[in-house]
Nanobody, 128 residues
Framework: QLQASGGGLVQAGGSLRLSCAAS????????TAWFRQAPGKEREFVAV????????DYADSVKGRFTIFGDNAKNPVDLQMNSLKPEDTAVYYC???????????????????????WGQGTLVTVSS
């Protein structure tokens, strides 16, 4: 129901654009997020866009380099990644919060447990 795409191999300093497409889902989505998981590490928050006005939030490690954007939850939600670093290497997952309600807490949307649906992941490898 969530399909992530756009991963690949890129040199440090390069760019990639990931896309998350939703299909077969007719209920409302409150937020769409990207997480990533590097080998041997826990899945970590990258970015989120909330559909009550399009507010966004980013992990400190990607702020200023990554941009999450989309028109609405039913169209693809993209993650533009610039100035990539080897430490950005990971499998990237998109996720959707369909339970709601909207929360004011920023930390709420940084938790994996907030999200009800996950894409299959797309591998991003950044070479030094």
């Amino acid at each position: 129901q969530l399909q992530a795409s756009g991963g690949g191999l890129v040199q440090a300093g390069g760019s990639l654009r990931l896309s998350c497409a939703a299909s077969g889902r007719t209920f409302n989505t409150y937020a769409t997020a990207w997480f990533r998981q590097a080998p041997g590490k826990e899945r970590e928050f990258v970015a989120v866009i909330k559909w009550n006005g399009g507010n966004t939030d980013y992990a400190d490690s990607v702020k200023g380099r990554f941009t999450i954007f989309g028109d609405n939850a039913k169209n693809p939600v993209d993650l533009q990644m610039n100035s990539l670093k080897p430490e950005d290497t990971a499998v990237y997952y998109c996720a959707a919060d369909d339970d709601g309600p909207f929360r004011l807490s920023t930390s709420y949307y940084r938790q994996t447990t907030t999200y009800d649906y996950w894409g299959q992941g797309t591998l991003v490898t950044v070479s030094s």
